[in-house]
């Protein structure tokens, strides 16, 4: 019986992943986007807490799982300017894993910022 419940334990966690997908784009600030409605103008910045990803024109929100891993992927970038609290030079994009969750939120396994 043992056996039989650590099987299905590992199949339902195997399962899961599976259904787990890749999305590449810009990272953005969400507070910002929310308000600007223009991913151009809302390039991350150390002091932001809530993210998005524009993949393709699609905008998709973090959620708190990923805004968390967001944080410290977009701290820990090597390339990030001298001043935390301006815009990296550049676009942020990065490479999200994660399952849908409603039409335009994503639950983050993985995040890599590019």
Do not use: H, W
Request: proline share 3%; with cysteine.
């Amino acid at each position: 019986m043992r056996r039989i419940l650590t099987l299905c334990a590992l199949v339902a966690a195997f399962s899961a992943l599976a259904l787990a997908e890749n999305f590449n784009g810009r990272l953005i600030d969400s507070s910002c986007y929310d308000l600007q409605k223009n991913v151009k103008a809302c390039d991350p910045t150390a002091s932001t807490a809530m993210f998005a990803i524009d993949v393709s024109g699609k905008v998709y929100k973090l959620d708190d799982a990923g805004n968390a891993k967001a944080v410290e992927a977009v701290k820990n970038r090597s390339d990030r300017s001298a001043d935390p609290a301006k815009p990296a030079k550049s676009e942020v994009m990065a490479k999200v894993t994660g399952t849908k969750d409603g039409n335009n939120t994503i639950k983050v396994e993985a995040i890599e910022v590019q």
